[in-house]
């Protein structure tokens, strides 16, 4: 029978010329079954009916769209708002009776760079992403062929409830995707935490599943205003946020297909602009690719490259907005994670466990987005005065003998050194918290002697610990056995890698007993050798043997449906098995933690061990690592292409949170030449962490080993930095107390010029520095993009007055251009070869004028290493301001540690005209001068107390 009201695709129709047997249509109107005198009217009825139900159907889906749900919490009601993507569309086929639904043409007809993968990292016939119920179009190469329609299924948002911080609602899926175990009802929590931060989360209402154990803010109420709206759609879901002071939309998942799924969680949003910040670690320039690249999660030690997970995983981004304006995500999830950027522009997060976690920061200044970031993940720790100093090492120096050597050479070479360290070579065949009583016979002497030059020392402490030595025969690992600190595999023994001691156990950092025996290990080395600050490297973790010695179970830890783009193609990959047993949770979960806890540890053990500030750099970080550790960028190569690479990664590491951040100048792998290092060397005095070391394989590098010129030019480097440090200082009190960045890219401080936003080769020590280094062989001119205000070289106070462009400046082998922004003020110092003998010397201040004869600094001193000083009050503020011909100090806040410092220089950039007398607190002074050609005043001999407020004034009559 034909069902009612749908065309018959084989009825029996006669001819009108053809005399046959009535068909069966026909026989049902005779008999009276059917109330119709014949045929055609029968067909008549069809057709209209037909009509009529299609045209039912279409309103129905129009009637069905996606609608906008705008939360209005001053309203207290929701308001519904259509969407403006492009709809989905239903054909209808009726092959044999039934209804065929399949998208059609138009919904396959997505623009290139806005498809979305439908088969990321899997090879796919036409018939396999068809299955999937997604279109298929390999005609361009480089984007995907297997990629979403229009209106693919997903969740269907519920109803909306109101709560005391936002809104929550369930999404439901009524059927399975593609990867397995899908959480069929996922619920969502919309929390409106401060004006300017958005928190939103994705769970599992049924079950707990694993989440990241960084301790966050808690907020109990929402506030008055904010700088966001969110909207939402239905069916399919997705959420939309807007800034809400022009309405530009900043997230949009409603351009794919939510999927929450055990080891599977993707989510899509579109970006507001190309310019998109972030995502690492990862070998790149400040502005990342959107031409269809992706960035991989998952911290693994290797040479750093381009398109690989190196050791750290920060999922956040920055994006610059058209007018200026900033915003930043962050995906607090610490799985394996790849995010793909498309042209659109937009993103796609993909993680495979854990929850989905976001943050949204509105800013509106980039300024102002890190700083929301870090009021989530922890403000930076403050380092001491000394660890801002020139640090040496090199992987070679084997024993105490060759290690004094060095710092004998760099005395009698007259460069700066505040800290010496020693890499493997101290150990007893290689294993931590020991050290070789031949080689290293007199090591506890050695560093005695160190301190009594006013100099400090770090040591390298991995965290994996030999396992193959008779028992009683290493105590770190006995009492770690007896302790159960050490991650451990499916039949619950400890899991056994290889790393430098050879078979090596590794501690269990997300175990709160591991970081008390991981304090006494500091603890009892610390009695034998009185080091300053702790190296911890090969924490991603590494493993010589990728897994274990035993390999790692077959299972979906190991071998989840969807492996992100990880270096070596598995998780296990030179690390520990994805399955290994620890006190948090399985390996597969924290892997991207295990830096972070060690970090932690070695803060904690330091802290308690010397009762002074701690020092602790890390390899392997993850976000809120900054409060406990600062970081170096690895084994890079020594070269010039890797020679700037270390300017994004600077500024993205203070972005991230971890302002102590450096490079091995020179390069830590291959030979560097003399010209390379001179050149490294000057920019690497502007690495917030400034250090030189290299591999034993290759050629030393120290300052000592080149010829005279080259030495010169490194000691005129050193020397800058040194006499930068209080400014310096400053700025890591600033990052410590107000979440500033200390090495920050250019459209930081200039975000409405758009000229600014990509500039990588340059780079600012918070606002009043632009450093622009050479990064070519051989040159000797370099050109830097000025920004549309003056500028002062630092050098002379030559003015460079800029409308916003770029400026060729002479940069001769011993010269790195550094220029002060008009209306600062720098506190400098007389510089020596440690900062203990630099701090007592007499003070210089740099004041560059504006136009209007305006300027501002500030010096935060204290004793440069203790505990909590700002906390405790035990600290110096001083604020110096500039108006017209007037500076003058004022004290904020004065302890002892300022006592008998003084104030001996001072030099005025920009001033207009001749000064005919200068006085100082009322007096007039006559040991003064100016400059015709460049506008300077200098007052060179001055000793005024700096713990002390002064005023110094000039005129230009009689």
């Known amino acids: 029978m034909i069902s009612a009201g749908m065309p018959a695709t084989h009825q029996e129709v006669e001819s009108s010329d053809v005399k046959k047997k009535p068909g069966r249509a026909q026989l049902l109107c005779l008999s009276g079954v059917l109330p119709f005198r014949d045929v055609t009217t029968l067909m008549y009825f069809i057709f209209c009916l037909t009509f009529f139900l299609m045209a039912a159907t279409l309103l129905r889906i129009i009637l069905s769209s996606p609608r906008f749900y705008e939360a209005s919490s001053e309203k207290g009601y929701w308001d519904t708002f259509m969407f403006y993507r492009k709809e989905s569309t239903i054909e209808f086929f009726t092959e044999e009776m039934e209804i065929t639904a399949r998208y059609s043409s138009q919904q396959c007809d997505i623009s290139t760079n806005e498809r979305f993968d439908c088969a990321p990292h899997t090879p796919i016939t036409k018939e396999t992403c068809e299955a999937r119920g997604c279109c298929f179009n390999n005609l361009t190469k480089g984007v995907p062929c297997c990629f979403f329609p229009l209106g693919y299924p997903s969740y269907k948002m519920g109803a909306v409830t109101p709560t005391e911080m936002g809104h929550t609602a369930l999404l439901n899926r009524s059927s399975s995707s593609f990867y397995p175990k899908d959480i069929m009802t996922v619920q969502l929590e919309v929390m409106y935490e401060t004006e300017g931060r958005l928190h939103f989360t ?137 995010v793909a950027l498309q042209p659109a522009p937009a993103l796609t997060w993909r993680t495979i466990g854990g929850i989905l976690d976001f943050y949204v920061f509105l800013g509106p200044e980039p300024k102002s987005v890190i700083r929301q970031y870090h009021d989530v993940i922890g403000y930076p720790f403050m380092p001491p005065y000394w660890g801002l100093g020139f640090h040496l090492c090199r992987f070679g120096y ?121 304090y006494d290990m500091v603890n009892s080395f610390h009695d034998e050798v009185p080091f300053d600050g702790m190296w911890i490297d ?124 450096g490079a091995d100048i020179c390069g830590f792998a291959g030979n560097t030449t003399e010209e390379l290092c001179v050149r490294w060397s000057q920019l690497g005095a502007f690495y917030p962490f400034m250090r030189n070391h290299n591999d034993f394989h290759s050629q030393s590098q120290e300052p000592y080993v080149f010829s005279q010129k080259a030495q010169a030019a490194i000691r005129k480097a050193l020397l800058l930095r040194y006499s930068l440090l209080p400014y310096l200082y400053t700025l890591f009190h600033k990052a410590h107390t107000a979440a500033e960045t200390v090495a920050r890219p250019l459209f930081f401080e200039f975000p409405s010029d758009p000229n600014t936003w990509t500039v990588d080769h340059q780079m600012m020590w918070g606002e009043a520095l632009l450093i622009t280094p050479v990064l070519q062989q051989g040159k000797t001119e370099v050109k830097g993009y000025f920004p549309p205000v003056t500028w002062y070289s630092l050098y002379d106070g030559s003015a460079v007055r800029s409308k916003g462009q770029y400026v060729v400046l002479s940069t001769p082998l011993d010269t790195i251009n550094v220029h002060v922004r008009e209306g600062c003020i720098l506190p400098l110092q007389l510089p020596n070869t440690t900062t203990t003998a630099s701090r007592i010397n007499p003070f210089k201040l740099i004041v560059a004028l504006s136009e209007s004869g305006a300027a501002r600094g500030e010096l935060f001193w204290d004793d440069g290493e203790g505990l909590l000083t700002f906390e405790r009050g035990d600290y110096t503020h001083i604020l110096f301001l500039a108006t017209s011909n007037i500076i003058a100090s004022t004290l904020i806040h004065v302890n002892s540690q300022i006592d008998g410092l003084t104030l001996g220089e001072v030099s005025v950039f920009g001033v207009a005209n001749p000064p005919q007398k200068v006085f100082v607190n009322g007096v007039s002074i006559s040991d003064f001068s100016f400059r015709l050609d460049t506008k300077v005043l200098s007052l060179p001999k001055l000793s005024l107390p700096i713990g002390m407020e002064f005023t110094i004034t000039w005129s230009w009559g009689n």
């Open 202 to 338: 994705f769970k599992d209402p049924g079950n707990k599943r694993y989440e990241v154990p960084i301790k966050v803010p808690k907020v109990s109420s929402q506030p008055v205003s904010k700088l966001y709206e969110v909207k939402f759609s239905s069916d399919p879901f997705g959420i939309i946020v807007l800034r809400k002071s022009n309405g530009r939309v900043l997230l949009n998942t409603t351009v794919a297909p939510l999927f929450f799924a055990d080891q599977f969680l993707q989510i899509s949003t579109t970006l507001p602009s190309p310019f998109i910040s972030g995502l690492g670690e990862h070998f790149t320039k400040l502005m990342l690719d959107i031409n269809w690249s992706e960035v991989t999660f998952w911290n693994r030690d290797g040479h750093p490259s381009a398109n690989n997970n190196l050791y750290g995983s920060h999922p956040f981004y920055l994006v610059m907005e058209d007018d200026g304006s900033a915003h930043g995500v962050f995906l607090m999830n610490s799985n394996a994670m790849d």
């Open 538 to 661: 090969m924490n991603e973790p590494s493993n010589f043997e990728s897994g274990s010695l035993d390999g790692c179970p077959k299972n979906e830890l190991e071998n989840p449906p969807y492996i992100p783009g990880v270096r070596g193609g598995s998780l296990k990959s030179y690390t520990v098995c994805a399955s290994g047993k620890q006190y948090l949770s399985r390996h597969y979960d924290v892997h991207c933690l295990y830096g972070l806890g060690h970090a932690i540890a070695s803060n904690r053990a330091l802290n308690k061990v010397r009762g002074k500030r701690p020092f602790v750099i890390s390899r392997s970080t993850f976000p809120s690592h900054g409060h406990y550790a600062g970081h170096w960028t690895g084994d890079i190569s020594s070269d010039w292409e890797n020679l700037y690479y270390t300017i994004p990664a600077v500024m993205l590491f203070n972005m991230f949170g971890i302002p102590l951040v």
């Open 398 to 518: 084997f024993t105490t003998n060759i290690t004094r050597n060095v710092v004998k050479r760099m005395e009698e070479a007259k460069m700066p050194l505040d800290v010496q360290w020693n890499d493997l070579d101290y150990m007893d065949e290689r294993r931590i918290f020991t050290y070789n009583k031949e080689n290293f016979s007199d090591f506890p002497a050695m560093v005695d002697e160190f301190h009594k030059k006013g100099m400090r020392y770090v040591i390298i402490v991995d965290p994996a610990l030999s396992s193959d030595g008779p028992p009683g025969t290493y105590k770190p690992y006995d009492t770690g056995l007896k302790r159960g600190v050490f991650i451990l595999n499916e039949t619950d023994q400890p899991l056994v890698g290889r790393v430098w001691p050879g078979p090596s156990v590794f501690p269990d950092f997300t175990n709160p007993e591991t970081h008390r025996w991981w």
